[in-house]
């Protein structure tokens, strides 16, 4: 993800700018009726499920988004209304102001915090809620405090589940911007005493968030290798969804990722409408250059990267040099393109 040199727009002229807003209901969260307002930028599908738990729970959430149909549920929600514009999503809440972003790390990040910082308070608080890399938001911490503004960078796990489950949230930042975020992040974590956790100065959330990805990798490979060898022993014709299963229930191996395997291999064990290529993001290698940094060897997270690599192609020319060099030391037979196995 990339991180162009900041810069100040016009906030009407940006794309991410010219969105609806919507402003849900003020609800009374405790014995002494404070209210919890919150601006959430980016109602795409982490975004919104995250503004409409927020919603659900009473806080009076103003959503910001380019796309018109992003924001309709949260509009939908009773008591929600409308508004037009960054400017009036400043204006929508009380301050000390809490303005969440949740829109892609690199150069949306890095628009939508030039053009909203100047229109911010002294003691606001603005939270990276995106996938950033950590060395970003650690500079991002001290442009920020040039205006007054406290900055939380928060990663942010769940997927599309979280809506109902909660969220994971880790996030780095100073105490005081973290006490400020505190009763949001109970609300949107699965309980109000775990599931989130302060760790640490400005950028030390998405450090953790970073790593956590990487371990992500990892755990994914190691399921899909050894499902694999499971599925390619013929002999023994292993009903690959019902071991899936099994492992689900008292084995060392049971995780959510499991569960969404077994859920799918249930429907459809062969998989084969789906295209053999993995994407990946930059978390995947930031964690792998990190260890480099640090010198830590991280041979399962580097490999789990590096397979990614493999499924998109990126190691087909290497595959073709390969096969060509033991043609010239050993007359070995080189199989043509067109009569390879699809």
């Known amino acids: 993800m990339r991180t162009p040199p900041p810069g100040t727009i016009d906030g009407d002229s940006a794309h991410w700018l010219v969105a609806r807003v919507s402003v849900a209901s003020v609800f009374s969260l405790d014995e002494n009726s404070v209210s919890l307002h919150l601006g959430m930028i980016g109602l795409g599908r982490m975004g919104g499920n995250m503004a409409l738990r927020l919603a659900r729970a009473g806080v ?53 915090i030039a053009a909203l910082a100047p229109r ?4 606001d608080v603005l939270v990276d ?45 100073s105490p005081a911007a973290a006490r400020a975020i505190e009763p949001i992040v109970e609300l949107l974590a699965p309980a109000k005493d775990r599931g989130w956790l302060h760790c640490g100065p400005s950028g030390s959330g998405h450090f953790v968030k970073m790593i956590h990805n990487g371990v992500e990798y990892g755990m994914m490979q190691a399921l899909a290798e050894g499902l694999t060898l499971l599925k390619g022993k013929a002999d023994f014709a292993l009903d690959v969804a019902a071991i899936a299963e099994t492992w689900r229930h008292g084995s060392v191996v049971r995780s959510w990722l499991l569960d969404l395997t077994a859920d799918f291999l249930r429907e459809d064990a062969e998989l084969a409408d789906v295209a ?7 978390e995947g290698r930031w964690t792998v250059a990190e260890a480099v940094e640090q010198g830590v060897p991280a041979p399962v997270l580097s490999l789990a990267l590096a397979m990614r690599f493999a499924s998109q192609g990126k190691g087909e020319y290497a595959d073709r040099l390969l096969a060509m060099m033991r043609k010239g030391f050993g007359g070995h037979k080189v199989v043509e393109q067109s009569r390879a196995k699809p």
């Open 276 to 282: 053999p290529l993995v994407a990946d993001s930059g």
């Open 60 to 112: 009076a959430v103003v959503g910001l988004d380019p796309n018109p149909d992003a924001g309709a549920e949260l509009a939908a929600t009773p008591g929600c209304s409308v508004v037009e514009d960054m400017e009036a999503l400043v204006h929508a809440l009380p301050a000390p102001r809490v303005v969440w972003l949740m829109v892609p790390a690199g150069e949306q990040t890095e628009e939508t």
């Open 129 to 173: 809620g995106g996938n950033a890399f950590y060395k970003d938001s650690v500079r991002r911490a001290v442009e920020l405090a040039s205006y007054g503004v406290r900055f939380v960078d928060c990663g942010v796990s769940g997927g599309i589940w979280g809506l109902e489950h909660g969220y994971t949230l880790m996030f780095g930042g």
């Open 120 to 123: 911010l308070s002294s003691e």
